[in-house]
């Protein structure tokens, strides 16, 4: 059930607006998770062109994804506090002004600082997207909001590695990869106009206290968890191994004190009562966290597969996964309007779709030869595509409608924060399966191919279950709301 303050925003005359501003909202959004998966087929032509290390140009990449986790939540709970079109039109800025950087960077140094600052202005700017949803948009319309937001978070990711093929092709020459960050700066500049323009201006919401203890805690529990899957190609994991349990234990003692703020009447930085006392949000969390686990995963095996493996140029390479993207964009398009009636049961039956396309893309690439491939892959991968585009956006939509308006922020927050966790834990691991199964086999590419994708396949698997367990939990509770109903009716009747 909604919460009260939930069902007032709903009451509220809706911004005229509102869908031109979702547009420029979710153009920014798109932009920024998008500069998490295009740079990947980028790396060679960065070291190459800066005479950097392997190990320093990948900070390129995690390091991105390093302070755009740890942005999230605080950024979240900020915006909440202090007004999100504040708080988006900033982070704009901040991205568009680090992009710049980077594109001018003359040293890997100056390249990966500006990386860092860029993830930083990223991630304060993804949470006002999911809480600007929540405070224009009410009924069935907050449904296809956040039907096209997912498929925003979804549709950046796959097709990331095509558009960096693209630039790359297109920008040639050893300083092509520029254009990679440089391209943001005009759109970046057009979107902060418009935003400027069409987000409406509110009152900031309860401000209180920040809860600083809370968010140096979590962000301590958030960099202990990533920073060593960031230096994972350096051996970072066995070498940082500690880290883990200390994540650990700060998450512990994060959850205690955020219990000790709420009881006291403070404004946590994540209210947990999320977790406990709103419908659909514990799961869908949970389900975000382990499908971006294998999800974005695939695309640096992809990358890895098809261009060291078998010779592909980026192009050939991100083109190799457009029928993913594709099948992705229209299903996530169709998913936001058919959540608000399905439900639970769409992303099951995405989660399906995902894990046939996946199963059958191992079996091409085990027995198809390299010539005929690319066009081989497509039929699974939009199948696949199709699938995924059916877990993503109803996926978010499921999570953070019931949401109460004042805690959008920080509910948006944490869960793309386990969302980024989990990609970065994919993005770790599946590279690292790839590699060792290929050394195991004497260079045998295909083989380190299907085993890399079959680790994906395990996580999209474990999905799967959450989400059968979440819509068996939604149908118990139908029934018994239907039962309650029937029973206060006969009451009334007898009486």
Known sequence: MARPDARRSDARAPDPNRWRALSVTLVAGFMSLLDVSIVSVALPSMQQG??????????????????????LVPAGRLGDALGRRRMFLGALSAFVLFSALAGAASTIG??????????????????????????????????????????????????????????????????????????????????????????????????????????????????????????????????????????????????????????????????????????????????????FLGFSGIWLVFALFLQSGLGYTPLQSGLSVTAFALGSAVSAAVGGRLVERFGRRLTVVGLVGVLTGL???????????ASALMGAMAPALLVA???????????????????????????????????RVGAAIGTAALPGVYYLVLAATGQNHPVAAAVALSGAVCSIAAALVIAVWDLRQERIARRRCSEEETHSYGHAAHG
């Open 110 to 291: 100056v390249l990966v600082a500006a990386r860092l600052a860029q993830g930083l202005a990223a991630g304060a700017l993804a949470p006002q997207n999911s809480g600007l949803i929540q405070q224009l948009f009410g009924g069935a319309e907050r449904g296809r909001a956040f039907g096209l937001f997912g498929a925003t978070v979804g549709i950046s990711t796959a097709v990331g590695p095509i558009v960096g093929g693209v630039i790359l092709a297109l920008a040639g020459g050893a300083d092509g990869w520029r254009w990679i960050f440089l391209v943001n700066v005009p759109i970046g500049v057009v979107a902060l106009a418009l935003a400027a323009r069409l987000i409406p201006r509110t009152a900031p919401g309860p401000r209180g206290r920040i809860d600083v203890v809370g968010g140096l805690l979590l962000g301590g529990a958030v960099f202990a968890v990533l920073l060593p899957l960031a230096e994972a190609g350096a051996g970072g994991v066995a070498r940082l191994w500690w880290l883990f349990v200390l994540a650990a234990g700060m998450a512990v003692l994060f959850v205690q004190w955020e219990r000790r703020v709420t009881r006291r009447r403070g404004a946590p930085l994540l209210d947990l009562r999320l977790l406990s006392g709103t419908r659909g949000y514990a799961p869908g969390a949970a389900l975000g966290t382990v499908y």
């Open 359 to 369: 199963v059958a893309t191992i079996g091409v690439v085990l027995v198809v030869p």
């Open 385 to 419: 595509g199709l699938g995924g585009g059916l877990v993503i956006s109803p996926n978010i939509t499921l999570t953070l409608r019931e949401v109460p308006v004042r805690m959008a922020g920080s509910a948006g927050g944490a869960l793309q924060t386990g969302q």
């Open 50 to 71: 800066l005479g950097a290390e392997p190990a320093a140009v990948q900070w390129v990449v995690s390091g991105y994804a390093l302070t755009f986790g740890l942005a």
